[in-house]
């Protein structure tokens, strides 16, 4: 059962010099307990799709669904209740930590603001929480900045989670970190999703990580999904012109692969006021006058969705 449905999903920002489609009629679902890998190079609007589904921005159109109720415009009451079943881990770990707040005080902060807990066992799910993400408890006392970026980033973790949330939208939680590092929070993600049925929104630009922890895989560029199947259909099957292009990109040690890299040329499509028809159209080699046309995400195979419209012309 689909736990978040997204429908034509928008974020627009405006500017002096137009409308930035940062995230422009996106739609997809997510079923509890999976994890939706959000790939695409950076500025794509990959962030602002997994903060606007959160609520820490304000879509400019399209329906967000919960559980099946319709969570698009909560206010006040609503929306905090809401925040207790859909948390955030963010990037960067540094920034994301208040710096006048010590590691116990961090993740004690959510359990404190949810009123559910007194004096006695707020310190003692603190100390649960501390020890469930792999802090020592000789940390507690100690600020963000003493501290190296992989135990910040589990202090973050565990303040997502402290208030045990159906869903996590996990914003590039590994790219920040040492690759020795990466692989121990990758696991810890796993473990916690495992252990309470976790739902994961991945957002990422590295198809190694994606591929390690989703169960399914949505390919986004300059605000709009062009491909989204499971994780190992699209590894094995990729059908966008995009998609080949980015898996192409992977490092490999096979000397014979590194002759298929495809790179891009032309001009990268701006997000301000864009033209109908495919974003990707400038920069593709198969495009014709026909991608200048409006473009939609159809099914090629049972749970495989692609918005080219040459798909089966150049494959």
């Known amino acids: ?90 990037q960067d770990p540094y920034s994301s930590l208040n710096p006048r707040l010590t590691i116990r005080d961090t993740i004690m902060e959510p359990l404190k603001l949810s009123e559910r807990f007194d004096g006695q066992t707020l310190e003692a799910e603190t100390h649960r929480l501390m020890d469930l993400v792999g802090i020592e408890s000789r940390y507690r006392m100690s600020y963000p900045h003493e501290l190296d970026g992989g135990r910040r980033q589990r202090a973050g973790i565990a303040r997502a989670i402290a208030l045990h949330p159906k869903f996590v939208v996990c914003d590039e939680p590994v790219s920040a970190l040492d690759v020795s590092i990466q692989a121990q929070i990758l696991n810890l993600l796993m473990d916690l999703q495992e252990e309470f049925g976790l739902t994961y929104l991945f957002v990422t630009h590295d198809l190694s990580v994606v591929r390690h922890i989703s169960t399914n895989i949505c390919v986004m560029y300059l605000g709009q999904m062009v491909e989204t199947c499971p994780t190992q259909e699209l590894f094995d099957h990729p059908m966008h012109p995009y998609t080949k292009a980015l898996l192409s990109a992977i490092p490999t040690v096979d000397i014979h692969k590194r002759n298929e890299r495809i790179l891009l040329k032309g001009e990268i499509n701006s997000p301000i006021n864009p033209k109908p028809g495919c974003r990707f159209a400038l920069r593709c080699p198969y495009a014709t006058e026909r991608c200048r046309q409006p473009v939609e995400l159809h099914e090629l195979s049972e749970g495989h969705f692609c918005s080219c419209c040459r798909v089966n012309e150049i494959n």
Do not use: W, Y
């Open 1 to 90: 059962m689909a736990l978040l449905e997204i429908e034509h999903l928008k974020k627009h920002f405006p500017t002096s010099r137009g409308t930035v489609h940062a995230v422009d009629d996106v739609s997809f679902s997510i079923n509890k307990g999976e994890t939706m890998g959000l790939v695409g190079e950076s500025g794509c609007g990959k962030s602002t799709l997994g903060r606007t589904i959160i609520h820490l921005l304000e879509s400019t159109g399209g329906t967000i669904r919960f559980e099946g109720k319709d969570v698009t415009h909560l206010k006040k009451d609503g929306l905090k209740k809401q925040r207790e079943d859909m948390q955030i881990i963010f």
